[in-house]
């Protein structure tokens, strides 16, 4: 079974921080996806990366995903108060077909 | 709005009943799949559909079932229900077949299941 491990679990911030989201496995995926679920709604995807390697930005959120496709990590720089929410992590395998979603790293941040 | 609807929002039941949810996918998208997120297990996924043919299946227990129709809309049914079941149920359509490396999966808001 692949696992998908996040750390941290709880993570409170005071607004202007920056923040790193860690998302690892013993397993290889194909691509990994990152979504952000806020509270009563679905997962909406941010990213997917694909390359061993890889760093995606959007805005002030930078996605790097690791060289053996592991592993990836997610930066906030200068974390605000929308960014509040549970960002999860996503592992795609086109063996299964599924995504294998990580456990997730619940964030907030303080005003 | 994602474009994928779920019916109900919210529902409450006791033990040993039996529910129903359901799903329409977006417009076009033909691959439905159904996940469970609870408290302690996180965001698990279920069963897959594509054009009304099973594709894969998850962490299903055998007290669950679903279907996809001709219409695309997608049905969960859950029996015999016990305390544990409760949770958030989450439908998701996607274009083509797979979770393939492109491939982007959108996510309606949810039923939430609360067995009493």
């Known amino acids: 079974t692949q696992l998908l491990e996040q750390s941290p679990q709880f993570l409170s911030i005071q607004e202007g921080e920056n923040l790193t989201v860690y998302c690892n496995s013993s397993s290889v995926f194909s691509s990994l996806q990152w979504y952000r679920q806020e509270p009563g709604e679905g997962p909406v995807l941010l990213v997917t990366v694909v390359t061993g390697g890889e760093v995606k930005k959007l805005k002030r959120l930078t996605f790097q995903f690791g060289d053996a496709r592991k592993d990836s990590s997610l930066h906030i720089t200068a974390a605000q108060p929308g960014d509040t929410g549970l960002y999860l992590c996503?592992?795609?395998?086109?063996?299964?077909?599924?995504?294998?979603f990580g456990s997730g790293t619940r964030l907030q941040v303080q005003p | 709005d994602s474009g994928v609807t779920q019916t109900p929002k919210h529902l409450i039941t006791a033990t040993g009943q039996r529910v129903t949810l359901r799903c329409s996918p977006r417009s076009g998208d033909l691959s439905v799949y159904w996940y469970q997120q609870s408290l302690d297990q996180g965001l698990q996924f279920l069963i897959q559909?594509?054009?009304?043919?099973?594709?894969a299946k998850g962490n299903i227990l055998e007290r669950f079932s679903a279907q996809q129709f001709p219409d695309l809309h997608s049905e969960l049914n859950l029996s015999s229900l016990e305390l544990g079941d409760s949770a958030l149920y989450f439908c998701?359509?996607?274009?083509?077949?797979?979770?393939?490396?492109?491939?982007?999966?959108?996510f309606g808001p949810g039923t939430r299941l609360t067995v009493l």
């Open positions: 998701a359509s996607s274009e083509v077949l797979g979770a393939g490396t492109y491939n982007e999966q959108f």
């Open positions: 559909y594509y054009n009304g043919e099973e594709r």
């Open positions: 996503a592992g795609v395998d086109t063996g299964r077909r599924a995504l294998t």
